[in-house]
């Protein structure tokens, strides 16, 4: 990235004062959606900006097993007030934080209305502490994951060309927009098999979105196909850390460039990410 686009990124979060919120989500598993979350984060962060990812995919811990990393408290433990949410936060080795996965994230609709003032007094001294906050969604629409999404500032669908899962993705695309109009929608492309394929698979399925959604969807970009990707889960690190130079690396880079180009256009029109959920979970 260069000086001037940090720059206008910096800029641009000083002025809010307050986290972006991104819901990182799918149409189905198996796409890579974590690993690219993980990866896109810890880029941003070498940009200089605070990140905080919290692994939501419930059950499945994937932000840990990608960072090889174990951890006695998850998100599970904050809803049922055994820890704070700030004692949830684990540091990763780089650079950025994150808020491990549990199993009782269905937990969050049975809140009482205290433990949800709790819950939104944390996250919102959170949301002051960091520049980014990443919402790792499981796969699929739930109810709970879809408070998170539809209050997120933006939303990040991954997908793959397989037929499955682009169909899959425009499902996640239509109830996303049928819930929340203005919401800011950016694609991302996994696993293409090239360059020419992979733009003119984001460009039909654009198309097809812009058709029959009139939606506000935007591509960032496709990650090839990479051997290494699959190193780096076996040997729980970050492709973007120890390869680099790679395929896949680099395109995280070029999707990290297209989406600071596109950001200042992206604004929601009202409301602020702690003020949705609360309307979505009716205070």
């Known amino acids: 990235m260069s ?3 940090a720059e206008k990124l910096r800029n641009q979060l000083s002025l809010e004062r307050k986290a972006k919120t991104i819901a990182v989500c799918s149409g189905k598993g198996g796409v890579g959606k974590s690993n690219f979350t993980l990866n896109f984060s810890i880029k941003l962060s070498q940009e200089n900006y605070k990140i905080l990812v919290f692994d939501l995919d419930v059950g499945m811990g994937n ?7 174990q951890t006695e ?15 949830a936060i684990v540091k990763s080795p780089y650079g950025i934080d994150y808020i491990p996965g549990g ?11 205290h433990k949800k003032a709790i819950f939104y007094q944390g996250l919102e001294k959170l949301l002051k502490e960091y520049d980014y906050v990443f919402f790792d969604m499981g796969a699929g629409v739930t109810e709970t994951a879809l408070f998170f999404i539809l209050a997120a500032d933006e939303c990040f669908v991954v997908t793959t060309p397989e037929p499955t899962s682009i169909t899959d993705a425009y499902g996640m695309v239509k109830h996303i927009l049928s819930n929340q109009a203005d919401m800011p ?20 399925f654009h198309t097809v979105i812009d058709r ?11 990650i090839p196909e990479d051997d290494n990707i699959m190193k780096a889960v076996m040997h729980q690190k970050p492709y973007t850390i120890i390869y680099p130079k790679t395929k896949a690396a680099k395109a995280v880079d070029l999707i990290l460039q297209n989406y600071v180009k596109q950001v200042n256009r992206t604004m929601r029109k009202s409301g602020s990410f702690i003020e949705r959920i609360k309307h979505f979970m009716k205070g």
């Open 3 to 5: 000086y001037d686009q």
């Open 63 to 69: 932000i840990d097993l990608l960072l090889g990393m």
């Open 73 to 87: 408290s998850s998100i599970a433990d904050v809803l049922n007030n055994r820890i704070s949410i700030q004692d």
């Open 103 to 113: 199993s009782g994230l269905h937990g969050f609709l049975e809140m009482d209305a």
């Open 185 to 204: 929608i950016y694609t991302i492309l996994n696993r293409s098999g090239n360059k020419i394929d992979g733009s003119n698979i984001l460009d039909n």
């Open 212 to 222: 029959f959604l009139d939606g506000n969807a935007r591509g960032l970009g496709f």
